[in-house]
């Protein structure tokens, strides 16, 4: 399947959110770690109600589904939000509310994204055309929304949509920020199921339990400050990836 990127477990143990080693939401004191977890369920409970809104599948990933799953809440001092995007459900709609309802952080046009996805022409033929979109949390200015640490430190509130496309041998792909592209087991895509946390309901895979431990490995409810081990995600390179295709125009044309 190509050459390995890295060792998921190595990354993890630079960049985990067990203990919340993740940039700098580690400044927070007690009162402003309580508000910024609330205005993280804020911020995927407006996520989700987009989705919703373009009929776009989507569950809690990462260390979003493993803090309310395992731990009733968000994990503590991590400052990023993950969503689990169906991408062949995906519509410009979609794309286009996304930049408006919160902040674009990556890419910094949402318009060229679209013309990749949507092209008029040729259809994506890499696995450059696999969208991953960073996006803030805005406050009531429309700026990226921050709580203020003890210390005087802005956290920002920011969040990571990825976009898990139907790639082959029962895997789907999808692409990480710095270009890694990852295979997943299309199994726990099958069905999704919810969480409920505040009076609503968050989308999670049907079997939470066997995703955390396909991500984290069989330690995955153990908080700890580094990665467990057996992690079954597969990272390939580059080369590999350019044997992805998928089309939103092939496929609205045959339905």
Request: proline share 4%; aromatic share 12%.
């Amino acid at each position: 399947m190509g050459n390995y990127v890295f060792n998921f477990n190595e990354f993890l143990n630079e960049n985990h959110l067990n203990e919340g080693t993740l940039r700098n939401a580690k400044h927070l004191g007690e009162a402003a770690q309580k508000e910024f977890n609330q205005m993280k369920m804020d911020f995927l409970k407006k996520q989700v109600q987009l989705c919703k809104k373009h009929g776009v599948k989507c569950f809690l990933d990462y260390g979003s589904l493993l803090g309310l799953h395992r731990d009733g809440e968000m994990i503590k001092n991590d400052n990023d939000c993950d969503m689990a995007i169906y991408g062949e459900t995906v519509t410009k709609e979609f794309l286009e509310d996304i930049e408006k309802e919160f902040v674009l952080v990556r890419p910094s046009n949402i318009q060229t994204l679209i013309n990749k996805l949507f092209p008029e022409g040729e259809d994506a033929d890499d696995y450059h055309q696999i969208p991953y979109i960073g996006i803030g949390h805005k406050d009531s200015k429309g700026k990226l929304a921050t709580v203020k640490s003890e210390g005087g430190v802005n956290v920002e509130c920011g969040g990571d949509f990825f976009f898990y496309y139907p790639y082959k041998d029962g895997k789907r792909i999808t692409r990480w920020p710095g270009w890694e592209v990852q295979l997943v087991s299309d199994k726990h895509f099958k069905n999704t199921g919810s969480i409920s946390k505040g009076g609503f309901d968050y989308p999670i895979p049907s079997n939470p339990d066997g995703y955390c431990e396909y991500v984290y490995g069989k330690d995955w409810k153990t908080p700890q400050s580094r990665a467990g081990t057996g992690s079954e995600l597969e990272f390939i390179s580059r080369g590999a990836g350019k044997k992805f295709a998928y089309s939103h125009k092939e496929k609205k044309s045959k339905t």
